[in-house]
């Protein structure tokens, strides 16, 4: 069982950047393939990025990758999306998901432990 807590969202301009956090309760944290997962209003859930259980793979999404990077420590814990160049249309609640392969298609339908969620809100 993982329980997981997202942190860190809140209102920006356009342009500007915020890091968001996810602190992981459980001693199997280590094991799990962690991702970062979006919903806009009216929108289905989009992944956004995802991290190997070691860090050593990362992938994101065509919309994020350039501006996003996602980390993880393990010794905390701890998964963080860093958002830099943001756009009002990444807008959305930001949750936090783990599941133990990091190989496979990443779609939320495919995770096993989610978070409640923290919002961005970017402004034009």
């Known amino acids: 069982q993982v329980q997981l807590v997202e942190s860190g969202g809140g209102l920006v301009q356009a342009g500007g950047s915020l890091r968001l956090s996810c602190a992981a309760s459980?001693?199997?944290?280590?094991?799990?393939?962690m991702g970062w997962f979006r919903q806009a209003p009216g929108k289905e859930r989009e992944f956004v990025a995802a991290i190997s259980w070691n860090g050593g793979g990362s992938y994101y999404a065509d919309s994020v990758k350039g501006r996003f990077t996602i980390s993880r420590d393990n010794a905390k814990n701890m998964v963080y999306l860093q958002m830099n160049s943001l756009e009002p249309e990444d807008t959305a609640v930001y949750y936090c998901a783990a599941r133990s392969l990091y190989s496979g298609r990443w779609h939320s339908s495919a995770m096993n432990y989610w978070g409640k969620g923290t919002l961005v809100t970017v402004s034009s």
């Open positions: 459980g001693r199997t944290f280590s094991t799990y393939a």
